[in-house]
């Protein structure tokens, strides 16, 4: 049990609930309403992985590059060296020529897939990251349109990812931003690990909580953890620390 190799998240509250990190080459699923927080939370792991010496990659399909990374400047405001990573290639961020494959050359699905499969490796490999981040496959969904069409291509995806021997982080909005209405996607089941973040609306205001609702091969928290997003990075308050 204690043997398994784990990557930290480098969020205390996170590397909590799943005590001690994600496993190593396990591929996992973020998921959320709009603007809960899974771009910023996905970048603020990668940028605590590359500053603790992991090469990492950021592959955008909802925004471009440069608005990814000024809104993380932005937001984690208190986090020093951000385009010092992203300079010496710690951090890639990109994705741009995946998102125009797909308008461009979306008449035949499947090939554009391929094509987004081999971009992604090639991203990967050009700074021999270990951690990656897919922002979103929503639209994957979207250009895949059959359900059928779309889980074997998400089976594919997700065991490309793992022949290439990263861990992941992929996201997907959620139709809803409350809990109670969680719906599981067949896709769902294809992933190691999820990690679900929802808004509830409370008297005065909204109230951000996330909860792992999987992840394979490890002991996890089961609670319902309130978080907040910081200059400093995500700060998740668990009832086990
Ligand atoms: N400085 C900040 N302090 C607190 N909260 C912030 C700050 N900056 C951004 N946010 C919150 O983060 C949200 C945006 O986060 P992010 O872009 O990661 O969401 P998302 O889940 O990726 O959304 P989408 O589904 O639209 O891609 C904002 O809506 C806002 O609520
Ligand atoms: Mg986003």
Do not use: W
């Amino acid at each position: 049990m204690s043997d398994i190799v784990r990557v930290k998240t480098g969020i205390p509250g996170i590397d909590t609930m799943l005590c001690g990190g994600v496993p190593e080459q396990s591929q996992m699923l973020i998921t959320g309403g709009p603007g809960a927080g899974k771009t910023l939370l996905t970048f603020n792991i990668l940028y605590n992985v590359a500053k603790a010496g992991t090469n990492a990659a950021f592959i955008t399909f909802d925004e471009q590059p440069a608005a990814v990374i000024r809104n993380a400047k932005q937001t984690f405001s208190a986090l020093p060296d951000i385009d010092a990573l992203i300079a010496d290639k710690k951090i890639i961020v990109d994705g741009t020529a995946s998102a125009l494959r797909i308008t461009t050359e979306a008449t035949d699905t499947m090939y554009s897939f391929g094509n987004i499969v081999s971009d992604l490796e090639g991203i990967i490999k050009s700074n021999d990251a270990k951690v990656v981040v897919i922002d979103s496959i929503s639209l994957l969904k979207l250009m895949l349109g059959n359900p059928f069409m779309y889980y074997k291509s998400m089976l594919a995806l997700v065991s490309n990812l793992k022949r290439i021997g990263v861990t992941s982080f992929l996201t997907t909005e959620l139709q809803s931003t409350e809990r109670k209405n969680l719906r599981f996607s067949p896709e769902y089941f294809i992933f190691d690990g999820i990690l679900a973040m929802y808004q509830s609306e409370a008297e005065e205001r909204r109230v951000l909580t996330m909860e792992i609702i999987k992840m394979r091969g490890s002991d996890h928290s089961l609670a319902l953890a309130p978080y907040e997003i910081t200059p400093q990075g995500f700060r998740i308050f668990t009832v086990e620390q």
